[in-house]
């Protein structure tokens, strides 16, 4: 029943910059952890960023420096902003959302990412 809906995917150029959004469709306070993931074509899917219910954050080496993420509580969103994107940075770019307790964790349906020249 929780859902999570990112938008913000598009086509950027090498070096330009986008900025992902996750809404939840209940508190963020539910959850333990809000990530994003991403998979490409063939690849497995990845961890990317991580923030927990008391704002530590985790980078994915491939791109510590160069994203964020945040959380804001008041509007049940996690956003992720991604600048000095590269060519492997293309994806499909999933939010997800745990409750360490339970185990259970929920996604969102992806968004599109492409960078290209």
């Known amino acids: 029943q929780v859902q999570l809906v990112e938008s913000g995917g598009g086509l950027v150029q090498p070096g330009g910059s986008l900025r992902l959004s996750c809404a939840a469709s209940?508190?963020?306070?539910?959850?333990?952890?809000m990530s994003w993931y991403r998979q490409a074509p063939g690849k497995q899917r990845e961890l990317v960023a991580r923030?927990?219910?008391?704002?530590?954050?985790n980078f994915a080496d491939s791109v510590k420096g160069r994203f964020t993420i945040s959380r804001d509580n008041a509007k049940n969103t996690v956003t992720l902003q991604m600048n000095s994107l590269k060519p492997e940075d293309t994806a499909v770019y999933y939010c997800n959302a745990l409750i360490a307790l339970s185990g259970s964790d929920y996604w969102g349906q992806g968004t599109q990412v492409t960078v290209s020249s």
């Open positions: 209940r508190s963020i306070f539910t959850f333990d952890a």
């Open positions: 923030i927990t219910s008391g704002g530590s954050t």
